[in-house]
């Protein structure tokens, strides 16, 4: 059966994103593509942190940068500055390292090894000039840079709320999709397990032929329509709780061009600075930390004025489903599953599975067999790498001062692709060739931001004369650098409030 319609239920970032990839990519296909959304549900979003490919996501959509800047309440972000994952008696009481968003070693050779030869320094200020672009507060281009270009890579900070009403009017504006406000009451099935139809409570049922599920954490159509079953990641990633709160901002306050994610006994806080408010979250482990500490923990965090504001707290269900495409269903954003906030792997994976869907969508209802088993081999690869991924920031660290931190050393709670990766990495620098999948989420130099701000320690090789020389000379240039670009780059808040004024250049 040819496929000439589309639901996808759910709103906010993930339904928008997948609206927005799908519709560009049948546009002038004669297939019509419908979200329905509830209005009962608001978006779950605090504050959302991005990671830099969402550049390239939002430019092929033709949304302005400028516009995207001034309409969602937009902070760059060029790094996650990580303060106290590490012990405090051993490396300070205000430890920190930059998982930044420019590669490392970008005018020559690696310079990993000759960090290994000192690494009592910060390697992110060693490897990168954008550490001090970071710690000067200072943006990642300049108000001539046009639109989407950078002199220093960068993501956003993001309200989700406005975000998705922007990706909203420009799915509907520029590439035709229907937007129904209704709630879906019942899922009819066909005979042989897929989705039929759709009751919503405004306008009865309704068929398409194919679905997305985008619904959140309830997955109402891959989960309790589909049975698909959840695949529970618990006991490798701890942290299942946040407290969220929103913090208003003076209007001149500095802007952090980076996500602050400072550790504590049972989890770590996020926070997130717009250009009029904070997106600040408390996230902890229940199993070591009740929701009254992990209170007590935000209020002490926000120097004891958490009363002052409206704050809740989220249950997060750690894991993803078994199956992401069943029959003519797939599930995107927090449907798929969710981990926890860590490294902004939301919108990410969202993004990215929407994007290979949108590249892989069938033309007919013969074809989801075959692209189905693909697509799903594809993204648990992915969920699994984000599982190693963020699980590493917690079991490299040498803090001691709680049971969250010792528990997650654990060897049986560590995923076994890790522990390879990390028992290699003992013996030789990480090289892109350790990662076998073009699929990867995260890349080597991610890798080695995280392992060496760490302080991992890879085998000291002694390094030729000649190498030591040419590693140096490397160094000094990143030096140089450093310091014109925090000579030219103006603060943070100076170019968001100039982009506010008169807007970036058009590409």
Same mark, same amino acid.
């Given at each position: 059966?040819?496929?000439?319609?589309?639901?996808?239920?759910?709103?906010?970032?993930?339904?928008?994103?997948?609206?927005?990839?799908?519709?560009?990519?049948?546009?002038?296909?004669?297939?019509?593509?419908?979200?329905?959304?509830?209005?009962?549900?608001?978006?779950?979003?605090?504050?959302?942190?991005?990671?830099?490919?969402?550049?390239?996501?939002?430019?092929?959509?033709?949304?302005?940068? +400028?516009?995207?800047?001034?309409?969602?309440?937009?902070?760059?972000?060029?790094?996650?500055?990580?303060?106290? *994952?590490?012990? %405090?008696?051993?490396?300070?009481?205000?430890? =920190?390292?930059?998982?930044?968003?420019?590669?490392?070693?970008?005018?020559?050779?690696?310079?990993?090894?000759?960090? &290994?030869?000192?690494?009592?320094?910060?390697?992110?200020?060693?490897?990168?000039?954008?550490?001090?672009?970071?710690?000067?507060?200072?943006?990642?281009?300049?108000?001539?840079?046009?639109?989407?270009?950078?002199?220093?890579?960068? $993501?956003?900070?993001?309200? $989700?709320?406005?975000?998705?009403?922007?990706?909203?009017?420009?799915?509907?504006?520029?590439?035709?999709?229907?937007?129904?406000?209704?709630?879906?009451? /019942?899922?009819?099935?066909?005979? /042989?397990?897929?989705?039929?139809?759709?009751?919503?409570?405004?306008?009865?049922?309704?068929?398409?032929?194919?679905?997305?599920?985008?619904?959140? =954490?309830?997955?109402?159509? &891959?989960?309790?329509?589909?049975?698909?079953?959840?695949?529970?990641?618990?006991?490798?990633?701890?942290?299942?709780?946040?407290?969220?709160?929103?913090?208003?901002?003076?209007?001149?306050?500095?802007?952090?061009?980076?996500?602050?994610?400072?550790?504590?006994?049972?989890?770590?806080? *996020?926070?997130?600075?717009?250009?009029?408010?904070?997106?600040?979250?408390?996230?902890?482990?229940?199993?070591?930390?009740?929701?009254?500490?992990?209170?007590?923990?935000?209020?002490?965090?926000?120097?004891?004025?958490?009363?002052?504001?409206?704050?809740?707290?989220?249950?997060?269900?750690?894991?993803?489903?078994?199956?992401? *495409?069943?029959?003519?269903?797939?599930?995107?954003?927090?449907?798929?599953? =969710?981990?926890?906030?860590?490294?902004? +792997?939301?919108?990410? &994976?969202?993004?990215?599975?929407?994007?290979?869907?949108?590249?892989?969508?069938?033309?007919?209802? %013969?074809?989801?067999?075959?692209?189905?088993?693909?697509?799903?081999?594809?993204?648990?690869?992915? *969920?699994?790498?984000?599982?190693?991924?963020?699980?590493?920031?917690?079991?490299?660290?040498?803090?001691?001062?709680?049971?969250?931190?010792?528990?997650?050393?654990?060897?049986?709670?560590?995923?076994?692709?890790?522990?390879?990766?990390?028992?290699?990495?003992?013996?030789?620098?990480?090289?892109?060739?350790?990662?076998?999948?073009?699929?990867?989420?995260?890349?080597?130099?991610?890798?080695?931001?995280?392992?060496?701000?760490?302080?991992?320690?890879?085998?000291?090789?002694?390094?030729?004369?000649?190498?030591?020389?040419?590693?140096?000379?490397?160094?000094?240039?990143?030096?140089?650098?450093?310091?014109?670009?925090?000579?030219?780059?103006?603060?943070?808040?100076?170019?968001?409030?100039?982009?506010?004024?008169?807007?970036?250049?058009?590409?």
């Amino acid at each position: 059966m040819k496929i000439q319609s589309v639901a996808i239920v759910g709103g906010g970032t993930a339904g928008w994103l997948a609206a927005n990839h799908l519709a560009k990519a049948l546009f002038n296909q004669n297939i019509t593509i419908t979200l329905i959304e509830s209005p009962d549900i608001p978006t779950i979003g605090v504050g959302e942190g991005t990671v830099p490919t969402i550049r390239k996501t939002l430019q092929s959509f033709g949304i302005s940068e +400028t516009e995207f800047i001034t309409r969602c309440d937009v902070t760059f972000k060029q790094s996650i500055k990580f303060q106290n *994952w590490l012990d %405090s008696h051993r490396h300070g009481r205000d430890n =920190f390292y930059h998982h930044l968003f420019d590669p490392p070693s970008s005018m020559g050779d690696d310079l990993s090894s000759l960090w &290994l030869q000192n690494p009592s320094d910060a390697y992110s200020q060693l490897v990168s000039s954008q550490f001090d672009v970071c710690e000067a507060n200072l943006a990642p281009k300049l108000i001539t840079t046009p639109e989407y270009q950078a002199v220093q890579g960068y $993501a956003y900070h993001l309200n $989700a709320a406005k975000f998705a009403l922007l990706l909203a009017e420009n799915a509907k504006q520029k590439f035709a999709v229907n937007h129904v406000k209704a709630n879906v009451i /019942d899922t009819r099935l066909h005979l /042989d397990g897929s989705i039929a139809s759709l009751v919503l409570d405004k306008c009865g049922e309704q068929e398409f032929d194919f679905y997305i599920d985008c619904s959140g =954490f309830d997955s109402i159509l &891959l989960a309790k329509a589909l049975k698909v079953p959840f695949v529970d990641k618990s006991q490798e990633l701890f942290v299942n709780k946040a407290v969220v709160v929103q913090v208003p901002t003076d209007p001149d306050a500095i802007i952090p061009p980076y996500t602050k994610a400072t550790a504590h006994q049972a989890g770590w806080i *996020w926070d997130i600075a717009l250009s009029n408010r904070r997106g600040v979250g408390l996230v902890y482990s229940s199993a070591h930390l009740d929701d009254e500490q992990a209170e007590q923990k935000l209020n002490r965090y926000l120097s004891g004025q958490l009363d002052q504001y409206s704050y809740r707290t989220i249950p997060m269900k750690v894991g993803y489903r078994k199956q992401f *495409w069943a029959k003519n269903c797939v599930a995107l954003g927090l449907a798929q599953g =969710f981990l926890e906030p860590i490294e902004a +792997t939301s919108i990410m &994976l969202t993004d990215f599975a929407a994007g290979y869907l949108a590249s892989r969508f069938p033309s007919d209802s %013969s074809q989801c067999e075959s692209l189905s088993e693909r697509f799903n081999q594809t993204m648990s690869y992915a *969920w699994e790498r984000v599982v190693e991924f963020a699980k590493m920031h917690y079991c490299l660290s040498d803090r001691h001062d709680s049971d969250f931190w010792i528990d997650n050393r654990d060897p049986q709670t560590i995923p076994a692709g890790l522990s390879n990766k990390l028992a290699l990495w003992q013996e030789y620098v990480p090289l892109s060739e350790d990662l076998f999948s073009k699929f990867e989420v995260f890349n080597v130099e991610n890798y080695l931001y995280v392992l060496y701000g760490m302080k991992f320690l890879t085998y000291k090789k002694t390094m030729s004369e000649s190498s030591l020389v040419l590693a140096k000379q490397h160094a000094a240039r990143i030096r140089r650098h450093s310091e014109q670009l925090c000579q030219h780059l103006p603060a943070h808040r100076e170019l968001l409030s100039k982009i506010h004024q008169y807007g970036l250049q058009k590409i």
